[in-house]
Structure formats: C-alpha cells, structure tokens
C-alpha cells in the first residue's frame, strides 16, 4: 500500500517539475532579446551610388558616428566648435544626444592646439563626459581640417 501512495505521488512530482521546466524555458525563450541588425543612417536619403564610407551606423542600441572635420579655414577653436556642431547633428538625426556619447576619439594636426580643442570640447557633452582618446596623427588630418572627432554612443 505504501508503495502504490508514493507511486502517484512521485509521478505527480515529476509531471509537475517537467512541465515547471517547459514553462521556464519558454519563458526564457520569449525574453531572448531579437538579433540586433546594422542600420545606416542617412542625413537625407538614401544614395544612389554606394557610398566610400557610411556616417553613422547603428548595431542594436549602439550608434558609431565616423570622423567629422572642419574644412575651412579658422583656428582650432572655429574648426572644434564645428566638428562638434557637426557630430550633434549626427547624434540627433540618429536619434541620439551628446549625452549619450560613450567613447570619443579626437585626432588633432598638431598637439599644441591641445588646450584650444579642450576649450571647445568641455561641457559639450553633459555632466558625464564620456571616454576620450586624443592623438596627435602624423601627417595631418585629410582635408587640412586641425582637428577630426569620431563617437560611439547609444540610442
């Protein structure tokens, strides 16, 4: 008699534990965020001819904006107020914001503009800066620009 009180029970025990276990899993299942999938971001529309690089790109929540420059002449007060000027733009478009800039890299023609460039760049990216690389690159920067600023941010 015992053993035909326990059988039930243990069947019970397991039928509950399995289907506990398929419950949980397709729980898990429906919480498996969707593959994220790269999004071009255009300024306007979309070009006809494929483009030599992208200006800003986006892989799930990250958006990588590429280089911007200052193609004008002025000092490199005018040329980083306007890479940055240029970099925001970008953000929004893409739908993000300055303070929402993870990582940046700035690439300087000479490192004495160092202090002018910093001049510009602080407190344009809200009370939390993010990361930052600042390299003087051999040889300048293409387009005679002083001063090229790319961003990783999120959306």
């Known amino acids: ?3 035909s009180m326990n ?3 243990n069947s019970r ?3 509950i534990a399995a289907a506990a276990g398929l419950a949980g899993a397709a ?3 429906a919480q498996t965020p ?3 999938e790269k999004k071009v971001h255009y300024k306007t529309k979309k070009p006809e001819k494929t483009p030599l690089f992208n200006g800003a790109v986006s892989y799930g929540n990250l958006l990588f904006i590429a280089g911007k420059g200052a193609h004008f002449e ?3 007060k005018a040329h980083t107020k306007h890479v940055l000027d240029e970099v925001e733009k970008e953000l929004v478009n893409a739908g993000s914001s300055m303070d929402k800039v993870l990582k940046c890299n700035v690439y300087l023609h000479d490192l004495n503009d160092y202090k002018g460039m910093n001049e510009m760049f602080q407190g344009r990216f809200g009370g939390e800066p993010p990361v930052r690389t600042t390299i003087a690159a051999y ?3 293409p387009g005679n620009s002083l001063v090229e600023i790319d961003v990783i941010a999120y959306i």
Do not use: V
Request: positive net charge.
């Open 34 to 36: 969707a593959k994220p």
């Open 7 to 9: 059988k039930p029970t």
């Open 27 to 29: 729980a898990a299942q």
């Open 1 to 3: 008699m015992q053993l």
């Open 13 to 15: 025990r397991n039928l």
């Open 139 to 141: 040889g300048g920067i």
């Open 74 to 76: 002025g000092d490199i």
